[in-house]
Structures are given as C-alpha cells and as structure tokens.
C-alpha cells in the first residue's frame, strides 16, 4: 500500500493518541471529519491499523519483571514451530524470530524471579528449547511504532 503525507500524520495522530475523535484528527491533517474517518477506514481495511490497545503499566499490575530470553531448539531437525507452541502463554509479551545463534527472542513479563524460573521451565518443556535470559533491570521507555513521514514520503 502506498501511504501518503497524510496517512503518515495520522498513524502518528492515533499511535499517540488511540482515543482521538475523528475530528480530533481531523483538525491534524487539515481534512474534514468525513474524509478523516474515510482514511482511517481504509488503513484498517487494508491492515496498516490492525487494532486499538490500551498501554498499562506492567508495574501497576504486578509484573515489575521484565525479561528477555533466546530460545534455540535442542534438536536442530525439529520442526521450527516453537512460536505456534508458545503463543498460548500470557507472560509472553513478544516473540521474534532473531539473526545470531538463537532463534528467537522472547519478551516476558512476571512478578518474580520465582515466577521467571517457573516460566522459563514452562518454555523449555512446551517448545523443546534451550534457553538464555537477560533480565532488565529498569525499562527507560518504550513506544508504539509511531511513522516518521520524513522516511516514507
């Protein structure tokens, strides 16, 4: 899909603010509210917007532990299907498939270090992997993917 100036401004608009109001981001782009809305439309009909999320603060909610961990198969003829395994596991934020000696790299949250031990035996007997985790000690931020129209346009 080819994403004008526009539909820049309003990815930015909604990656900021999910909750704006069509004239809200009408006001932003200089469209009216019916072809804001028309635009907005068309980016979730052709997938760019794949959804609305509400941010909440791990810490808030009693996951002050944010983790990292590679998996790597322990049989490398296995068939590679540990993210289809592991996507049923809620303390799982994230699952990307990396360059380097692993082969993907998880982002989990929990409330303990317990609790990471426990999950990362879960990982290993649910995926047949290895694992290797680096625990982050503060996250500084962290943002949604918000397009810069300089880049794209």
Do not use: W
């Not at 004008?4 to 909604?14: G, K, P, Y």
């Not at 490398?76 to 540990?82: F, S, V």
């Not at 931020?141 to 880049?151: L, S």
Request: glycine share 6%; with cysteine.
């Amino acid at each position: 899909m080819n994403l004008d100036a526009t539909d820049h401004a309003l990815l930015r608009a909604l990656s900021t603010g999910g909750r704006s109001t069509f004239a809200q981001l009408a006001e932003t782009t200089g469209l009216s509210t019916s072809a804001t809305q028309a635009r907005v439309r068309r980016l979730e009909a052709e997938g760019v917007i794949t959804g609305y999320r509400v941010v909440i603060d791990p810490e808030e909610v009693g996951l002050p532990i944010a983790a990292f961990v590679e998996i790597s198969p322990l049989d490398p003829a296995q068939p590679d299907d540990a993210p289809r395994r592991l996507e049923g596991i809620s303390e799982i934020t994230a699952c990307h498939s990396i360059a380097g000696d692993a082969s993907y790299m998880l982002t989990v949250r929990v409330p303990s270090p317990r609790a990471l031990e426990e999950l990362l035996g879960r990982i290993r007997s649910t995926a047949g992997v290895r694992t290797r985790t680096t625990v982050a000690l503060q996250t500084f931020f962290e943002r949604p993917v918000a397009p810069d129209q300089t880049k794209y346009v």
